[in-house]
DNA sequence: CCATATACCTGGCAGC
DNA sequence: TGCTGCCAGGTATATG
């Protein structure tokens, strides 16, 4: 469920109520994507300094290293301070002075993975090709046109892939396509330089319109103070197929593209 | 190097 | 009710 809104949502609902915590136990269920990288028990005693968030990646600051995050296709973070038992789909539990970190996901995309230091393996590898962060100031006009021109594919998929800007999955790809008026099919590189500031607009503003408002909830997003969001209400064309486009009343259309769905409208987005 | 396909896993839903 | 097939927010890895 989580693009960058989701992930940064719930990286507030708990950060600064864990933070300074000591962990007392781990608990892990199911294997995720990968392993952890270490015996569970070698994390207990360390105090959780601060969370950031790295793309959709969240990474734990423990006092001897980083405990990335990853939430994949069906995860969410529940915190709480009442002690209850993990169902089946909860698979891991960082049990800390100040309440219970719990993983729940079902599809088990997700991952937690432990790095001594942000600085080597495995977190290296896994953040290490990652694109600008679109909410910060790295995220500029030039170095987004830069990223674009050398790439020939799908500006939708140019989005997806995360190597020039992250955070941007499938639904807000199609959103932010709709707000600056660019059909999803255009190579990268051939956008033009108005269009480049249209859309680097559109992606910040898409996201984040997205994280003040909570989040989306196409199905089930919940933070972990159990709030959803509320971006399916507002959704221009992400599942709409069908429906009319709230500017121009064509039929929101909807087509594969390297086999992931994408949305627009064929007037609103000409090319 | 680049672009595209595959794989991971479970649950919900439409259609029969 | 139960089966089958398809679909779903991500992304590392293999393949062309």
Redesign the pocket.
């Given at each position: 469920?989580?693009?960058l809104p989701?992930v940064e949502v719930t990286r507030q609902s708990f950060a600064s109520r864990i933070a300074g915590a000591r962990i007392a136990a781990v608990r892990m269920g199911?294997?995720l994507?990968w392993p952890l990288g270490v015996a569970p028990e070698s994390l207990v005693g360390q105090s959780v300094r601060q969370v950031r968030r790295r793309?959709?990646?969240l990474l734990l600051d423990l006092d001897h290293g980083v405990l990335l995050l990853?939430?994949?296709?069906?995860g969410s973070l529940n915190f709480a301070t009442q002690q209850s038992a993990p169902g089946?789909?909860d698979h891991m539990d960082i049990e800390t002075t100040q309440g219970c970190l719990r993983l729940h996901d079902?599809?088990?995309?997700g991952a937690a993975v432990w790095s001594r230091s942000e600085q080597q393996d495995p977190a290296l590898?896994?953040l290490g090709?990652?694109g600008m962060e679109p909410l910060s100031d790295e995220f500029a006009i030039e170095a987004f046109a830069k990223g674009l021109k050398?790439?020939?594919?799908?500006i939708k998929?140019?989005l997806?892939?995360?190597d020039v800007v992250?955070g941007?999955?499938?639904?807000y790809a199609s959103e932010a396509l709709f707000l600056s008026g660019i059909r999803p099919t255009l190579?990268?590189?051939k956008l033009s330089m108005p269009r480049i500031i249209k859309l680097h607009a559109a992606i910040r503003s898409v996201l984040a319109r997205a994280v003040a408002k909570g989040?989306?909830?196409?199905?089930?997003?919940v933070s972990a103070q159990g709030k959803t969001?509320h971006f399916q209400l507002e959704a221009s064309v992400?599942a709409r197929q069908g429906q009319a486009c709230h500017i121009c009343a064509s039929p929101i259309r909807?087509i594969k593209q390297?086999?992931?769905?994408t949305f627009f409208c064929p007037t609103c987005q000409k090319h």
């Amino acid at each position: 469920m989580p693009e960058l809104p989701e992930v940064e949502v719930t990286r507030q609902s708990f950060a600064s109520r864990i933070a300074g915590a000591r962990i007392a136990a781990v608990r892990m269920g199911k294997p995720l994507r990968w392993p952890l990288g270490v015996a569970p028990e070698s994390l207990v005693g360390q105090s959780v300094r601060q969370v950031r968030r790295r793309g959709k990646y969240l990474l734990l600051d423990l006092d001897h290293g980083v405990l990335l995050l990853h939430l994949g296709m069906s995860g969410s973070l529940n915190f709480a301070t009442q002690q209850s038992a993990p169902g089946k789909h909860d698979h891991m539990d960082i049990e800390t002075t100040q309440g219970c970190l719990r993983l729940h996901d079902p599809r088990r995309f997700g991952a937690a993975v432990w790095s001594r230091s942000e600085q080597q393996d495995p977190a290296l590898k896994l953040l290490g090709q990652l694109g600008m962060e679109p909410l910060s100031d790295e995220f500029a006009i030039e170095a987004f046109a830069k990223g674009l021109k050398q790439r020939s594919a799908a500006i939708k998929q140019v989005l997806l892939a995360g190597d020039v800007v992250v955070g941007v999955g499938n639904i807000y790809a199609s959103e932010a396509l709709f707000l600056s008026g660019i059909r999803p099919t255009l190579r990268a590189q051939k956008l033009s330089m108005p269009r480049i500031i249209k859309l680097h607009a559109a992606i910040r503003s898409v996201l984040a319109r997205a994280v003040a408002k909570g989040g989306s909830t196409l199905r089930d997003f919940v933070s972990a103070q159990g709030k959803t969001g509320h971006f399916q209400l507002e959704a221009s064309v992400y599942a709409r197929q069908g429906q009319a486009c709230h500017i121009c009343a064509s039929p929101i259309r909807q087509i594969k593209q390297g086999q992931r769905s994408t949305f627009f409208c064929p007037t609103c987005q000409k090319h």
